[in-house]
Each structure stands twice: as C-alpha cells, then as structure tokens.
C-alpha cells in the first residue's frame, strides 16, 4: 500500500479534518441565521365565525407587528458579523490545519534523513571494525 502524497494529505487536512468540519458546521450554521435575522415578523391572521339570528359571518384580521425600536435591523447587523466570524473562523482553522501538517510532515523528513545519517555511520563503523580486524 503507497502512501498518500503530500499534495492528498494538505487536500484532505484542508477539507475533512475534524476542526475544518466542525467550523464548516459552525458557518453552515451562521449562514442559515443570517437568512433569517433582520427580517420583519410574518403576518398573524386571527379569525373568527359570527352566528347571529340563524345567518353566519366571518370574521378576520390580518396584523403585522411593525418594528420601531432598530431591534429588527441590529439582529441583521448582529447575524451578518457572525457569519464573517465564522467565514474567518474557517480560514484561520484551515491555516491551523495546514500549519500542524507541515510540521508532521517535517519531522517525518527530518527522521529520515537522521536514520540515513545514521545507518551512513553504521556501515562505515562495520567496515572500520572489519579493517581493524584485518
């Protein structure tokens, strides 16, 4: 079995690691807030039937809640912050992601390179004991 490449490895460290989903989740999340925040409340309909002297009426009133204090438009304004902090919060998770990758990946070079080093002076040390016993 081959190991994945290095260019696979920051593809899915970038896109299927547990922190990066998670904050995927999160903006998924402030995403479907936003939809909905900042807008006005929907309309209630109230109905009623009237009977009188064997003749039925109806009734209805259709009322909407007009907003005056600017709670409608901050909760826009409160939802609209909290999706550029979660579209942030995943560019800085990636980063995060990308950095601890690297310095795996760099640590795996560097042990290579001392076990070569090493076995370099194994060999040689096997052939200076070979040429002291000659």
């Known amino acids: 079995m081959r190991a994945p490449s290095v260019a696979r490895l920051r593809e899915w460290a970038r896109t299927m690691s547990p922190p990066v989903r998670a904050a995927e989740a999160r903006l998924a999340a402030a995403?479907?807030?936003?939809?909905?925040?900042?807008?006005?409340?929907?309309?209630?309909?109230?109905?009623?039937?009237?009977?009188?002297?064997?003749?039925?009426?109806?009734?209805?009133?259709?009322?909407?809640?007009?907003?005056?204090?600017?709670?409608?438009?901050?909760?826009?304004?409160?939802?609209?912050?909290?999706?550029?902090?979660?579209?942030?919060d995943l560019s800085a998770t990636r980063f995060d992601v990308e950095c601890r990758l690297a310095l795996l990946l760099s640590g795996i070079r560097t042990a290579r390179s001392r076990l070569r080093t090493r076995e370099e002076i194994a060999t040689r040390a096997e052939a200076y004991a070979e040429l002291a016993k000659q």
């Open 31 to 88: 995403r479907a807030r936003a939809g909905c925040a900042g807008r006005w409340a929907d309309p209630e309909l109230e109905g009623r039937v009237l009977g009188r002297d064997g003749e039925v009426g109806l009734e209805a009133a259709l009322r909407f809640t007009l907003p005056l204090n600017g709670t409608t438009g901050a909760r826009g304004r409160a939802a609209a912050i909290a999706l550029a902090r979660a579209r942030s």
